[in-house]
């Protein structure tokens, strides 16, 4: 899950994005060979801090962006960007506040970003570069054409992993059916389901910063990720060991905020989301509960589900039910009961066939 930080700095990188004014603005500082510095937001915290310059209050422009770049000041925005509050202004945050920075106007920058709650943004004409302060975090404007490679590198990638999580959650549908599960199994799709979360949340990072540009690569990232998320949480739902302390959002979060290490070693990752029993055995055998099979089902809603799930309490039982017994399940009737009963005879012939098929 992103940190507060990663999210100031995403909101900062959207509103400089390809497509935005802000950015064409700053692009035309950029090529007419001058720099800039320039504070969004004009809270009084960034007023306090400011000296001289003059009061504009005008629409913001791209235009009208570079035209005030050429004067030595900085220009001040207001917070989102609309509207440009003061120009040629001279700053003086805390110069006890730490820099890295070596020029005046990206200490200024930095400065101003680490003390104030405010994004800065440095346009260095001697560097042909954008820098984007947020607080402690720095982060260089990249051309358009590395964005879109990287993000295509990743794409490709994502769809190998996407691939082998396909497999090897179909493994597990043919495991389930046939009673074989073991905890190792869970672990493996939980695994490879975060990886290619976490893929695609690198790729999501890009898009922001691709803005209009990215139109096609975040139709391809929607493709291959649709529905990822929810069976995530079903897999879960299916699994955990739930008590007074602990429930499934939790442990969607605990496993978002696992490290890559600690992802990959199976007896934490079975014990962060309280898989099993209390001692590990990655052998142990377990039984599904039903959730994620019975979400293949069409029309058939969340609670409907939970009902079922309540009746019957393990996939195993499930199976073997009768249409009558499925009818005394609250409001599923007899044409539903008939329904889920075939439904679920199709799930188990398709996970069969696709489990012995692939070895034949």
Do not use: W
Not at 142 to 155: G, H, I, T, Y
Not at 178 to 183: G, I, K, S, Y
Not at 264 to 293: C, I, M, Q
């Amino acid at each position: 899950m992103a940190s507060r930080s990663d999210s100031a700095v995403l909101r900062a990188l959207a509103q400089v994005a390809p497509g935005s004014p802000l950015r064409d603005g700053l692009d035309r500082v950029l090529q007419s060979g001058r720099g800039g510095l320039i504070v969004i937001g004009d809270g009084s915290d960034v007023l306090n801090i400011c000296s001289g310059g003059f009061l504009l209050d005008a629409s913001f422009t791209p235009q009208r962006l570079s035209e005030l770049a050429k004067m030595d000041g900085a220009i001040i925005l207001a917070g989102d960007a609309s509207r440009i509050a003061r120009a040629n202004v001279h700053l003086v945050p805390n110069p006890n506040v730490p820099t890295v920075e070596t020029g005046t106007r990206h200490r200024t920058a930095e400065r101003v970003a680490r003390s104030l709650n405010v994004p800065v943004v440095a346009v260095s004409e001697s560097r042909k570069e954008i820098q984007v302060y947020v607080g402690d975090q720095r982060h260089p404007l990249e051309p358009v054409s590395r964005l879109l490679e990287r993000s295509n590198q990743a794409l490709q990638t994502l769809e190998r992993y996407r691939t082998r999580l396909r497999k090897v959650t179909l493994d597990l549908t043919a495991l389930e059916v046939e009673d074989l599960v073991t905890l190792r199994d869970v672990v493996e799709v939980l695994q490879r389901s975060e990886m290619v979360i976490r893929i695609a949340s690198e790729i999501d990072r890009n898009l922001v910063e691709l803005g209009s540009d990215g139109r096609l690569v975040r139709l391809q990232l929607e493709e291959l990720m649709g529905g990822l998320d929810d069976n995530r949480r079903l897999l879960i739902r299916d699994y955990f060991q739930p008590d007074g302390t602990f429930r499934i959002d939790e442990a969607m979060e605990a496993l978002g905020e696992l490290d890559d290490e600690a992802l990959f070693d199976e007896d934490v990752l079975a014990k962060t989301l309280h898989l099993g029993s209390s001692v590990t055995d990655l052998d142990e055998s377990l039984e599904a509960r039903g959730y994620r099979l019975l979400a293949q089902l069409p029309r058939l809603t969340g609670a409907m589900q939970d009902r079922i799930v309540d009746r019957f309490t393990t996939l195993r039982r499930l199976l073997d039910v009768t249409v009558e017994e499925l009818e005394e399940v609250e409001g599923l009737g007899r044409s539903r009961a008939k329904s889920v009963h075939e439904g679920l005879v199709r799930v188990v012939e398709g996970a069969l066939d696709e489990r012995y098929g692939r070895r034949n």
